[in-house]
């Protein structure tokens, strides 16, 4: 916080007169603190100008302005905030002279190279400061005379051996300083959260909770940015629903929260929102489910059955967002297309129905559940998120935000384009894939299905679809070649079934097309597989209908390897350029092929929901013909 200016006489009287009016049980106070109450003063008489040269002269150093300023109000101060029970005046302030020797330590820490120039500028603090704090909770209050603004303040620097952060927390000047500290007392007082002594209100409380309303107002039509910057002033007072609101507008904006508070059941977002978000958060960080205490009942009797619950829906992927009214029937009718992975008409869904929300409460400014939505979350890209933010909703009005543009390319060639299937790579990721005319995706399984009766998964993540289906799989075969297959829309009246990175290579001698059986009910079936082993591209493409294969060829290092059929015009152009000396060429080769396929046909795929999403899935049956007589296999046992 930048402070230009503070009317000490005023700001500690008003201090003290809150402070005087938060401690209604005299009984409870030290002597010097009741003399404190009764005087309604939490401060001393001023330093004269002979005392603050007095004290320059024993410190050999000229004070900076804004302590100057204090001590001549009041020569010290009592309850700096929680933690620090007396601050020195021109007596008893001293030089700390590393006193507790914590120099070395932490010089050898902040003088590593690597360290950013604000850290390395630490070193030496505690030689050189200038120590404030006479009576605290292990509490150090620190002025550097190295740290100095171009105003002439010293920062002011705080460090408590108790307190989860390592270095000592800045302050540009003791005014910032002392603000922080009220703030603080603020945050700590007695009364504020309904304890056994006098409510807690004030003219600071009242101000800082007309603000929150008109943050909570101001997120509600869209200003997320004016309403953020309202509570961060509230929440360091400790003001009534101000963290709440800001830890929603944290999680849409993407950041990781201001702390994070422990949901509570008497919040009315407890089951609905908090739960499910901090699930996702414990499944998210790897920590053990043991640490999961809100399906304890002897912790949380009423509510410990439906945190069991919910926590078993997050972890298996099956948890429903599910919000009431309008909305809530928005959230239901764009889950089921998330599921096919239309990811974009998803949104276009969601979007309609943002100003149709309805908050659960005062403390609730936007549908920060879907987050925990396994099928919703992936949808809300950053960009969607802030527009989430930007729309106004619960019964407010506002300019509408420019639309996020949708995610899913048109096309396919993005599907040789370097990190085109896994972003966090630069290189091409190999797959296979059959799309499918005039099926719809759950019927899938019944046609390519490994086994009678194959099923589809519950929606899963790219990462688990082989823990799911093989986690018991203990024996391999090279000539059993079944796909584990995602499945979705692909475009109007298509489908898709996809394989990211197939275990097994392309094999020309063994392979057989699944497109054939595919396409038995008339409509077209098209496999292409792509992949790059051992610097070697290889990229094929089987069509049939009907039944019949009209057409199929493969590429291998840029040869010809086979043709059936009749290949169509557009396609048979757009191989031009498989031959080309590098990589390079033949992958845009690749491209082009896919693009006219997808122009010929009008079938896209959903990259969002192939690379971060989830999609349904099931064990194929084996892409590849048993052995012929004389052939040998492998067999892999694993024990």
């Not at 400061?129 to 605290?136: C, F, G, H, Y």
């Not at 945050?187 to 003219?203: L, T």
């Not at 809530?328 to 998803?346: K, L, P, Y």
């Not at 990462?463 to 000539?479: A, E, L, P």
């Amino acid at each position: 916080m930048e402070i230009k200016h503070v009317d000490w006489r005023n700001f500690l009287a008003r201090w003290s007169e809150e402070w005087a009016d938060a401690h209604g049980d005299v009984e409870e106070l030290s002597p010097d603190d009741v003399a404190a109450w009764q005087g309604r003063w939490l401060g001393v008489d001023p330093a004269t100008e002979a005392d603050i040269a007095a004290m320059e002269n024993r410190l050999g150093r000229a004070m900076p302005p804004s302590y100057r300023e204090f001590l001549r109000v009041s020569d010290g101060w009592r309850h700096a905030g929680a933690f620090v029970w007396k601050l020195a005046g021109t007596r008893e302030a001293h030089w700390h002279d590393d006193a507790m020797g914590l120099g070395e330590d932490f010089d050898e820490f902040w003088g590593e190279e690597d360290n950013p120039e604000e850290v390395r500028a630490q070193v030496g603090l505690w030689s050189r400061a200038l120590q404030l704090d006479v009576e605290s909770d292990i509490t150090f209050v620190l002025l550097d005379p190295q740290d100095v603004g171009p105003d002439g303040e010293w920062a002011v620097r705080v460090w408590a051996s108790w307190r989860a952060q390592g270095d000592p927390e800045r302050y540009p000047s003791f005014a910032a300083f002392m603000v922080a500290m009220h703030q603080e007392f603020h945050a700590h007082a007695p009364g504020r959260d309904g304890e056994d002594s006098p409510a807690f209100v004030n003219g600071t409380t009242r101000a800082q909770d007309a603000a929150v309303s008109r943050a909570r107002t101001a997120a509600l039509r869209g200003r997320h940015e004016e309403a953020a910057a309202l509570l961060e002033e509230a929440q360091k007072y400790g003001r009534p629903y101000a963290l709440e609101l800001l830890n929603q507008i944290a999680q849409l904006e993407g950041s990781r929260g201001r702390g994070v508070q422990p949901p509570h059941p008497d919040n009315p977002r407890f089951l609905s929102e908090q739960l499910p978000l901090t699930a996702a958060d414990l499944l998210n960080s790897g920590r053990p489910a043991e640490d999961w205490h809100y399906s304890d009942p002897a912790i949380f009797p009423d509510t410990a059955r439906a945190a069991a619950d919910i926590q078993r829906a997050v972890r298996e992927g099956t948890y429903r967002y599910r919000p009431g009214g309008a909305f809530g029937a928005a959230v239901h009718e764009a889950r089921e297309q998330a599921r096919w992975g239309d990811t974009d008409a998803a949104w276009h869904i969601l979007r309609a129905a943002i100003p149709l929300w309805e908050p659960l409460g005062p403390g609730h400014i936007a549908p920060v559940g879907l987050l925990a939505d396994p099928l919703l979350a992936p949808v809300l890209t950053a960009e969607r998120r802030l527009e989430l933010l930007r729309t106004p909703r619960g019964g407010e009005s506002g300019p509408a935000p420019v639309p996020a543009g949708d995610r899913n390319p048109d096309g396919l060639s993005w599907l040789v384009r370097p990190g085109g299937l896994r972003p966090w790579q630069t290189s091409v990721s190999d797959y296979r894939m059959i799309l499918v005319e005039g099926v719809a995706p759950d019927e899938l399984p019944a046609l390519l299905g490994s086994s009678p009766g194959t099923v589809l998964s519950p929606p899963l993540r790219q990462w688990d679809v082989t823990r799911h289906h093989r986690s018991g799989q203990q024996v391999f075969s090279s000539y059993d070649d079944k796909a584990l297959l995602s499945v979705g829309r692909a475009g109007s009246g298509w489908s898709f079934a996809f394989e990211q990175v197939p275990s097994a290579g392309f094999d020309t001698a063994r392979f057989v097309s699944p497109a054939p059986a595919v396409s038995a009910g008339g409509g077209w079936a098209i496999v292409i597989w792509h992949e790059w082993r051992q610097g070697i591209p290889l990229f094929h493409v089987s069509a049939a209908k009907g039944g019949t294969l009209r057409y199929a060829f493969t590429v291998r290092a840029g040869t010809l390897e086979a043709t059936v059929g009749d290949v169509p015009g557009e396609l048979a152009s757009a191989t031009l350029g498989f031959d080309a000396p590098d990589g390079d060429g033949q992958a845009a080769a690749a491209a082009r092929v896919l693009d006219a396929i997808a122009c010929l046909h009008g079938v896209t795929l959903p990259r969002l929901a192939l690379t971060e999403g989830r999609l349904h899935t099931f064990e194929s049956l084996s892409w590849s013909r048993p052995p012929g007589p004389g052939e040998t296999y492998l067999t892999i046992s694993i024990s």
